[in-house]
């Protein structure tokens, strides 16, 4: 049953990144692609990482998604928006890029099919203490460089963010 | 629930590489900055997802571990760029992403 599950929540991901690639709404792309966050997040469970699929689910598609949210509703961006977004994708224009990402799809596929990797899936689940131990050990260097990264991010989200503020309170 | 068996590994890098394929093509094709951004985000996931196999295959927990490192690079990013999406809408009038070529060199 599982098997066929993989597939199912495959061609929903890959379905729904198309559409959210090629809507002209904002909002209407960003609920397509939470669709897609989702039934990645079905896969990784279905890969036997409970936990990845959970952070899936709870910061993806529940705080990077509702922030982008948040910014196309500060924004505001009306029917006009979608009238521009209707002139600035012109119908032709998606040719050249797939038939550039064909080209290195085809490549990709001769690399894999070279290997002779046909191994199937099926580890046991590797649960949230497996994750956390390798976490805090081996790689506890990495997780401190990304506490580094996410307080320049604030910094940085701060500083571009409070010019903004401070000039409309002017106003 | 026991776990699933017989999920072809290759099949789920297939699935990664189109996945990161379509968010290039959504890259290329778009020009309002906030789709150019989602595009990005699909690509980022299509990464989590090799990485999630490969740890799937081998039975380690390093591809879970990686997949947090790039959970925590796209809140760090999309903090920043959405910054930068409201300063370039309030400088600009516009989420042009051409309208921000300025330096010429």
């Known amino acids: 049953m599982a098997y066929w599950l993989f597939y199912f929540a495959g061609f929903i991901a890959i379905a729904s990144a198309i559409m ?35 952070l899936q689910i709870v910061i993806y598609a ?43 799809f085809v490549v990709l596929g001769i690399a894999l099919s070279g290997t002779q990797n046909e191994a199937q899936i099926a580890g046991s689940m590797i649960g949230p203490q497996t994750v956390g131990r ?26 571009l963010g409070r010019r903004y503020l401070d000039e409309r309170r002017e106003k | 629930m026991d776990v699933p068996l017989g999920i072809p590994f290759e099949h789920v890098i297939y699935l990664a590489i189109i996945l990161f394929l379509i968010g290039v093509v959504g890259i290329l094709i778009r020009r309002n900055v906030i789709f150019i951004l989602l595009s990005l985000e699909v690509m980022m996931n299509a990464c989590g997802l090799a990485f999630i196999a490969a740890g799937a295959r081998w039975g380690e927990a390093d591809g879970q571990v990686m997949f947090m490192f790039i959970l925590a690079l796209a809140a760090a990013e999309v903090a920043v760029a959405l910054g930068l999406v409201v300063q370039l809408s309030r400088r600009f009038r516009t989420l042009d992403i051409d309208a921000a070529s300025e330096m010429t060199g």
């Open chain 1, 20 to 54: 959210a690639i090629t809507r002209l709404n904002a909002s209407h792309a960003l609920i397509y692609l939470v669709v897609t966050l989702l039934s990645i997040a079905v896969i990784f469970y279905l890969l036997g990482a409970p936990f990845a699929a959970a």
């Open chain 1, 134 to 159: 390798a976490l805090m050990g081996p790689y506890i260097l990495g997780v401190e460089l990304a506490g580094f990264l996410l307080l320049a991010a604030l910094v940085g989200a701060y500083h």
């Open chain 1, 62 to 104: 529940g705080a990077i998604v509702v922030l982008f949210l948040f910014v196309v509703m500060m924004l505001n961006l009306g029917r006009r928006s979608v009238e521009r977004e209707k002139q600035w994708l012109l119908p032709g224009i998606w040719v050249i890029p797939s038939i550039m990402a064909g080209a290195l």
